[in-house]
């Protein structure tokens, strides 16, 4: 187990949550919501709002994985390392997966916090936060 993720625990920035697997595909619900929208804001050309957009995406993405596997996160920093650990080492997830969802967690808050966002991160975030739905999906079933 990576230290980071222990710290997550150790600080209740990742705790058990039995009642997960059945809110899951909520998550997912949401988060296709997330992607269409940001779509529609993406060729609005208002790429800094589908960045916010694509990151919630994955982010409820992410989260319907976490869920699923009876845990809740605190912490957006502790959500990725807990894909990471849970999903990547134990599941085999692509790790190509979680470092995009790494990536959309650090556009968005360079797009909300310093108004620095493009329309090429924003692209790439499209096709990511697509595939990463997609993962989730089959991982829960829905």
């Known amino acids: 187990m990576a230290i980071e ?4 625990i150790k600080n209740r920035k990742i705790t058990e949550f039995a009642n997960g697997k059945d809110i899951a595909p909520k998550e997912i619900i949401t988060a296709e919501k997330d992607l269409e929208t940001a779509k529609i804001s993406a060729e609005a050309k208002n790429y800094k709002w589908a960045t916010v957009q694509l990151y919630y995406s994955m982010f409820h993405s992410a989260r319907a994985l976490l ?7 605190h912490s957006h920093a502790c959500l990725v390392l807990a894909i990471r650990e849970l999903y990547c080492l134990k599941e085999k997830m692509p790790v190509v997966l979680v470092e995009a969802l790494q990536q959309a967690k650090t556009l968005r808050e360079e797009a909300d916090y310093y108004d620095r966002w493009s329309e090429t991160g924003c692209n790439r975030l499209i096709q990511s936060a697509a595939d990463f739905l997609g993962y989730a999906k089959g991982k829960i079933g829905v």
Request: proline share 0%.
């Open 5 to 8: 993720y222990r710290e997550c």
């Open 67 to 73: 869920y699923a596997a009876g845990f809740r996160e």
